[in-house]
């Protein structure tokens, strides 16, 4: 087994290389290879995501991902900016499923900013279509407008476009992975308005007939928003497309109480993947030691479940998680009064701690 580690920038190089010490303590034998990617690797090479960084990560059999960007690239052309290179790996490598669950720790109950009983024992997952949509849908640009309200005018515009197999297919991965869970599916679209997800509806509709056992519901996205601030433990499995999955996990994010616990894995269709936490490289705090390194072990906990077929290793990181959550140990970023807080080192090897202990009593 190989793993492509590509750590990134901000606090990536942090949360990742507790991730692997936590993968290292789990004694299994697997094999990794760093890269650099986002504005390290551009830095280095003049690409965010440069050729053999790409040429490691379709090799391997899973990629560990930090974060990538800093504002300080923001001024570069688009295709060399940090960002480019999530994108484009998830376009190479042909990552269509990205699942991001939005557990809420009991622990944690009171870092969110909703009231407890609103969010205790919340586990939903946001099930994002990942490459296609808006994000890649051509043609894209800048050009002076011939119609519209301003014709003459410069204008700007992008493509949302989905084809009936990249719908079909994310439909298949939502109604499976609701058959492991409580068997409810919440298709989230804006049909009223756009003729994409109209079809998007239509279709999802039709492949929820194949699955008679699980219970589908839809809703427009700005409902969507409302309710999971209003009534979270309402869903179960959510299926969106690419940019309102987008904007939908990181809110549920926060109902559990912090971005910096939710994990994310991203699939393709022979379960290659690649996993990253759902927050990204917060240059404001990278170097400073306090970045919570838990959504990457929760993704390094995802990727031997889904691509490494190590379940119960999996297993052995999450309850690891739940241990120290209970030991009372806190990164600044959910840290609350009666809880110790500990920096990004501290709480990787409270969780390595909790799994060596596990191993020695059994
Ligand atoms: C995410 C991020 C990315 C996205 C950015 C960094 C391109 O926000 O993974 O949610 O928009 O998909
Ligand atoms: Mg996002």
């Not at 504002?71 to 900016?81: I, M």
């Not at 009983?117 to 011939?146: H, K, S």
Request: charged share 25%; net charge negative.
């Amino acid at each position: 087994m190989k793993i492509a580690v590509l750590p990134g920038d901000g606090i990536g190089t942090e949360i990742v290389a507790e991730a692997l010490r936590v993968l290292e303590a789990l004694d299994l034998s697997f094999e990794t290879e760093t890269a650099l990617v986002g504005g390290a690797a551009y830095e280095a090479h003049g690409h965010p995501l440069p050729e053999s960084t790409l040429k490691l990560a379709k090799e391997a059999d899973a990629v560990l991902f930090g974060a990538v960007g800093d504002w300080k690239y923001d001024k570069l052309e688009r295709s060399l900016r940090p960002e480019q290179a999530i994108l484009g790996l998830r376009k190479n490598l042909g990552l269509f499923a990205n699942f991001r669950p939005a557990i809420c720790y009991e622990q944690l109950v009171d870092a969110s900013s909703l009231k407890p009983e609103l969010i205790a024992g919340l586990d939903i997952l946001i099930i994002r279509e990942l490459t296609g949509d808006i994000y890649f849908g051509q043609p894209r640009g800048r050009r002076t407008a011939v119609d519209g309200h301003f014709p003459g005018a410069e204008e700007a515009f992008d493509t949302m476009r989905y084809s009936r197999p990249e719908v079909e297919r994310i439909a298949h991965v939502a109604f499976q992975a609701a058959r492991k869970r409580s068997k409810r599916v919440t298709s989230v679209d804006k049909a009223n308005v756009l003729e994409t997800f109209q079809f998007w509806k239509d279709i999802v509709t039709e492949v929820g007939k194949e699955y008679p056992d699980v219970e589908l519901d839809h809703m427009y996205v700005d409902n969507a928003a409302m309710q999971l601030v209003k009534a979270p433990k309402k869903f179960d499995v959510v299926v969106t497309g690419n940019m309102f999955g987008d904007i939908l996990s990181d809110e549920a994010a926060m109902l559990t109480g912090s971005i910096g616990m939710l994990p994310s894995a991203s699939l393709n269709s022979s379960n290659q993947g690649l996993y990253e936490p759902s927050h990204g490289s917060a240059p404001d705090i990278a170097g400073k030691g306090i970045a919570n390194p838990l959504a990457t072990i929760l993704s390094a906990a995802m990727m031997l479940r889904f691509s490494l077929n190590q379940p119960e290793a999996a297993d052995r990181i999450e309850s690891a998680v739940k241990h120290v959550l209970a030991q009372g140990l806190r990164t600044a970023d959910i840290w609350s009064a009666g809880t110790t807080k500990v920096g990004t080192r501290e709480m990787g090897d409270a969780v390595v701690a909790a799994i060596t202990k596990k191993t020695i009593t059994g």
